[in-house]
């Protein structure tokens, strides 16, 4: 294995030079896009890796499946269901999931920004601050590590740069959609975005949700077998964005990408697998971690499908 994904690392590190780091947010615009790493972490625990995969970067989009999950603990999927939809947008993460006068919950997203807005005030917490405190711990227990923390400057640089996520927070607002204040929620959101790991952090919680709510290894069960269906559905249809099609013709397996150039897929029974290359497409995904993720699913016959 460790052979197989050293050879798909060096065929795919050219294919960066295709994207570009994103830089809507000043400090993200400082990673390097030469960057590639993969990480893959088996059901039963065994690992392997190769390139930049001990890397920290933030993991922005992919905390959406981790905020679903707290959700889902804290209220059900019932109630979760009733304010969040689960329909494919098939836009970008911060377009508008509806015309202005039609905007209601089942035309919000989870793996986009309006439905992950959402979500944050759906974690349950005497305050802010608690409620992730709360995402941060279930973040660390999915992914074996109890250090994981935020990286401050991306935090700060979102923060200041949040207008279009301002804009639609006030937006699920004025739909009676959202109804604690906006910039503590926000506030919640952009941490959440700035929360810092590396590959193998990642394929760990990809290794849970594979697992159906278990651990790889000591089998602890972190969260009920259902909620891996609910996520790792909504992963398969809406995880890449507006490239969520195309993806799951390519590679075949549930999956989400943030801007920061990670990308966490779920192969179920089997593997989770973290990736890192921030060289992103114009819809926000890693480029050379799509092709690695493509070439690992033709040799490995990964596809669900
Ligand atoms: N922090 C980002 C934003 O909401 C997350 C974007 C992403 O990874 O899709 O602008």
Same mark, same amino acid.
């Given at each position: 294995m ?14 960066a ?8 947010i ?22 392997s890796?190769?390139?930049?995969? =001990?890397?920290?970067f933030?993991?922005?989009s ?6 679903l ?8 999927p019932?109630?979760v269901l ?39 005030s759906?974690?349950h917490? =005497? ?8 995402l941060?711990?279930?973040? =660390? ?13 991306v ?14 927070a ?14 503590e ?7 959440a975005?700035?929360?810092?790991m590396?590959?193998?952090?990642l ?8 697992? =159906?709510?278990?651990l ?11 909620m ?11 995880g890449?964005y507006?490239?969520?099609?195309e993806f ?12 920061g ?16 290359g ?13 092709k690695?993720?493509?070439?690992l699913?033709?040799e490995?016959?990964?596809?669900i499908?």
């Amino acid at each position: 294995m460790e052979e197989l994904l050293e050879r798909l690392l060096e065929e795919c590190r050219p294919f960066a030079s295709q994207g570009q780091v994103a830089n809507y947010i000043p400090e993200l615009a400082k990673g390097d896009p030469q960057a590639l790493g993969v990480y893959v972490t088996g059901s039963e625990g065994k690992h392997s890796w190769a390139g930049d995969c =001990r890397r920290l970067f933030t993991i922005q989009s992919i905390v959406k499946p981790i905020l679903l999950l707290q959700a889902l603990l804290d209220n059900g999927p019932e109630f979760v269901l009733n304010r969040v939809g689960v329909e494919a947008t098939g836009k970008p993460f911060d377009a508008i999931n509806a015309g202005d006068q039609s905007l209601d919950s089942g035309n919000i997203n989870p793996m986009v920004n309006m439905g992950a807005i959402v979500m944050c005030s759906l974690i349950h917490g =005497r305050s802010y601050e608690e409620r992730f405190q709360r995402l941060l711990d279930l973040t =660390r227990r999915l992914a074996g590590d109890g250090e994981i923390g935020i990286d401050g400057a991306v935090y700060r640089s979102e923060k200041s740069h949040g207008s279009k996520n301002r804009a639609l927070a006030y937006l699920l607002k004025s739909h009676g959609l959202l109804e604690d204040g906006v910039e503590e929620v926000l506030d919640c959101y952009f941490r959440a975005c700035s929360i810092q790991m590396d590959c193998r952090a990642l394929a760990h919680i990809g290794a849970v949700l594979a697992n =159906r709510g278990r651990l790889p290894v000591s089998n602890e069960r972190i969260f009920p077998a259902p909620m891996s269906r609910y996520v790792n559905a909504i992963l398969m249809t809406c995880g890449m964005y507006d490239g969520s099609g195309e993806f799951a013709l390519r590679v075949g397996v549930p999956a989400k990408s943030g801007v920061g150039g990670g990308i966490m897929a779920v192969v179920p029974t089997r593997m989770g697998i973290g990736i890192f290359g921030p060289a992103l497409d114009g819809k926000g995904n890693s480029v050379a971690g799509i092709k690695l993720l493509e070439r690992l699913s033709g040799e490995l016959f990964l596809s669900i499908f």
